[in-house]
């Protein structure tokens, strides 16, 4: 008698059992055995259910994670009353999912919906809390309201429905940012000031990084077709900077960069021909190398003394390697070399009609057989 009492105190401040173990389910029936369960203090695996549709409401809260994993006949799925996952949220694999219904979700350790490529809506109202973002293989035309502050990861790749990914409230990312091949799409990160992970832009149609101040590792700007872009606030980067292949760029600023603690590498940019005043007006000192590749008419680094690496130019336009080396090639402690090579003149035309290459300059010592800018990567 005394202990039931005594049990029945202790168990008082606890979640009743069939709330507290990690619970494997593979249909509705299955549910309704946790349905009573507000918070549910574990782990709910869903993997292989032949289920078409599920219906998690009522579950307002998850200590654990909530998986669904090769689903092949599941369609549709309601968390419907659920604000908060102390795990990770995830869907993998679940070939025939179309709608994804968390409409109250606000705090979750990880969204991961990974590889579920009917997935075409998911309703999400305001997710304030979030330390792990990845949504790969998606048809998904947004990626939720993310209105957090703070991040640590972020990977959206291959979603080819994506038009626009907007973490406008986003003021520091603790981790990477890899934001890749969702075709066109244009991303808002206008409040981001930090990110302390690589990250990679590629294949955006816009891209606005305005507020970043400073970038603790590699930032690539690869394949994009937007025709300009600003780091606008950017003035430390502690290792390099790469911006490569992107096919309209025309034009883009950093002004306020004085210091980079790695390289710089601007390669096969195909119609990107000058490097203005404008581009790096105070860039003053670069820790790493220097790679510049393209069709270069103009290159100037206003404020530019030191160099620590190697600098490397290939210039296929205007650009000529004679005053580029008398102003540079007592700055730089590595190797200097520069490349400029000049379409040939009309009668300089090879039997079959196509334009020869000339290298009209070839400074620095040693002579590049070929071009390498692709070569670097
Ligand atoms: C995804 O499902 C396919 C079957 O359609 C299976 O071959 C593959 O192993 C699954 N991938 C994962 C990561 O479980
Ligand atoms: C989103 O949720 C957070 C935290 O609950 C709240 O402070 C914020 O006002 C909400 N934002 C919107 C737009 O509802
Ligand atoms: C980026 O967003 C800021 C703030 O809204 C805005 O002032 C700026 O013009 C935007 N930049 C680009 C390149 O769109
Ligand atoms: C970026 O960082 C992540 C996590 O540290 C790593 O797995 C990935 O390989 C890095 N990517 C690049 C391009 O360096
Ligand atoms: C640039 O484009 C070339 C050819 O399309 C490709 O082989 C290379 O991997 C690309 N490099 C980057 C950094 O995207
Ligand atoms: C040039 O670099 C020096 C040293 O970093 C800096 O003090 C100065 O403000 C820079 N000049 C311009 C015009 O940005
Ligand atoms: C520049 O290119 C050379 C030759 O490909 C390479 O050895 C060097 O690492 C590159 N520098 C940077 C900063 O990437
Ligand atoms: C670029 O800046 C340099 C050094 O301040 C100056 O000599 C040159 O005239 C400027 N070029 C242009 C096109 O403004
Ligand atoms: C090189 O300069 C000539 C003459 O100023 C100009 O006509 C031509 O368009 C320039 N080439 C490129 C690639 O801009």
Do not use: W
């Not at 908060?84 to 705090?107: D, E, F, H, M, Y």
């Not at 000049?342 to 079959?352: H, I, L, Q, V």
Request: hydrophobic share 40%; glycine share 6%.
């Amino acid at each position: 008698m005394k202990l039931a009492i005594i049990y029945t105190v202790l168990s008082l401040p606890f979640i009743a059992a069939q709330c507290s173990d990690d619970v494997k389910i593979s249909s509705q029936a299955d549910i309704g055995s946790i349905a009573s369960c507000s918070k549910f203090g574990a782990s709910i695996t869903v993997e292989g259910s032949t289920a078409t549709t599920l219906d998690f409401s009522g579950i307002t809260q998850i200590t654990g994670d909530i998986s669904f994993i090769n689903n092949f006949n599941l369609n549709s799925l309601s968390l419907n009353d659920l604000k908060t996952v102390g795990g990770t949220l995830q869907l993998l694999n679940n070939t025939q999912i179309i709608g994804l219904s968390i409409p109250k979700l606000s705090s979750v350790k990880s969204l991961e919906l990974v590889n579920n490529p009917a997935l075409r809506t998911l309703s999400t109202t305001n997710i304030s809390s979030i330390n792990n973002l990845q949504i790969t293989q998606t048809s998904l035309s947004t990626h939720g309201t993310i209105t957090a502050k703070t991040i640590d990861n972020i990977e959206l790749i291959s979603n080819s429905f994506l038009k626009v990914i907007d973490f406008s409230s986003l003021i520091t990312a603790n981790g990477y940012i890899n934001i890749v091949d969702n075709q066109g799409a244009t991303a808002n990160f206008q409040r981001l000031t930090s990110i302390a992970g690589n990250s990679t832009f590629r294949q955006l149609s816009a891209l606005n990084t305005s507020a970043i101040t400073s970038l603790s590792n590699t930032f690539n700007v690869f394949g994009n077709t937007f025709t300009s872009f600003s780091l606008e606030s950017l003035n430390q980067v502690s290792m390099d900077l790469t911006i490569a292949n992107n096919t309209k760029l025309t034009n883009f600023r950093i002004p306020l960069l004085s210091y980079v603690d790695g390289g710089i590498q601007i390669v096969n940019n195909p119609v990107l021909t000058d490097i203005t005043n404008d581009t790096f007006p105070a860039l003053n000192y670069v820790k790493g190398g220097v790679n510049l590749s393209g069709p270069f008419n103009s290159i100037s680094f206003p404020n530019l003394t030191r160099v620590d690496g190697a600098l490397s130019v290939t210039a296929s336009g205007n650009f000529t390697c004679d005053d580029f080396q008398t102003q540079f090639s007592d700055l730089v402690e590595g190797q200097f070399t520069c490349e400029d090579e000049k379409p040939a003149a009309t009668t300089d035309t090879k039997s079959n009609g196509s334009p020869t290459i000339l290298k009209s300059n070839v400074l620095g010592g040693f002579v590049m057989i070929a071009l390498v800018g692709l070569s670097l990567f």
